[in-house]
């Protein structure tokens, strides 16, 4: 699987092994025992390590716990019965993921998520037959990709990777699925460039989770406020790379400009709720990106 990846290091292509993926360069990856290939070197996860163990204490001090690893694979319709916003927004994303897959029925698609998490999205395009690839920059056992050994024979490849380079994904994806982390990159539309070089000619990408604040002077002061209180409990930035952390109607020019067709989602709640927004342009206009190669 993914034979286009390539060494973060010098972009030449790896070879895939039993222990992970090399280089000519003279460059190893290792395969976790949970089956993550951690294509990022050693600097960049003991960078990352001590950020990890930041947040998952913050969380705690808050009470905010993990996710139970045993309801992995029933996401996120079991978080969505509960009446959890984040999960209902997430199914949400499982149904207009699905709508897409429809339009190319018997087709085994190479696809890529990127943002894969704890993989809730990956499992599912996995059982639908796809070949599958997850990508995300944590590997955490519950909140990252090692979340992978919760579920049953996980037929994907997971791999960790600094996602602020695309480029040791290589070329020639028939889907690439952004997860919910457009608002994180540093520069969006710059971002989502690169995302497009990874498209196969007559390919597609889907952005999830596109969320635009007209007015975002509510959701910079929630950033900035927790961002304190981060800082002020770890010592740490709450981000591991700088971001503003949200969406702006600017973002949303730009992703048109790309030709990235944004449209509503099909969810009367978020619906809804995007007609709460034109009276309160605090709050967000909830929107899912769409680009043919």
Request: overall charge positive; hydrophobic content about 40%.
């Amino acid at each position: 699987m993914a034979s286009s990846l390539r060494c973060p290091d010098c972009k030449r292509p790896l070879r895939l092994c039993d222990s992970g993926a090399q280089c000519s360069c003279g460059a190893s990856f290792l395969l976790t025992d949970e089956g993550v290939l951690q294509l990022t070197s050693l600097a960049f996860r003991e960078r990352l390590a001590p950020f990890t163990d930041a947040v998952t204490a913050f969380r705690a001090s808050r009470g905010i716990g993990q996710l139970d690893p045993t309801e992995l694979p029933r996401l996120p319709k079991i978080g969505a019965k509960r009446g959890d916003p984040a999960w209902r927004g997430r199914l949400a994303d499982l149904r207009v993921v699905q709508g897409a897959l429809a339009c190319k029925p018997g087709r085994k698609l190479r696809i890529v998520e990127i943002g894969a998490w704890n993989h809730w999205l990956t499992a599912h395009l996995s059982a639908a037959g796809h070949e599958v690839t997850g990508v995300d920059t944590f590997a955490g056992a519950i909140d990252g990709l090692g979340a992978r050994k919760w579920f049953a024979e996980p037929a994907w490849q997971s791999i960790q990777l600094d996602v602020r380079d695309l480029s040791p994904l290589g070329t020639g994806w028939d889907l690439v699925i952004v997860n919910r982390c457009t608002q994180f990159a540093a520069d969006p539309a710059g971002w989502l460039r690169q995302v497009q070089t990874l498209v196969k000619p007559g390919g597609a990408a889907l952005i999830l989770g596109l969320y635009f604040f007209a007015r975002p002077g509510h959701k910079r002061q929630q950033v900035s406020a927790l961002g304190s209180s981060f800082r002020a409990a770890t010592g740490r930035d709450l981000f591991l790379h700088p971001t503003r952390g949200w969406l702006g109607l600017a973002d949303a020019r730009a992703m048109g400009q790309l030709g990235i067709g944004l449209r509503p989602y099909p969810d009367p709640r978020l619906l809804a709720a995007d007609l709460m927004g034109l009276v309160q342009p605090d709050r967000p206009r909830h929107r899912w990106g769409w680009w043919r190669s």
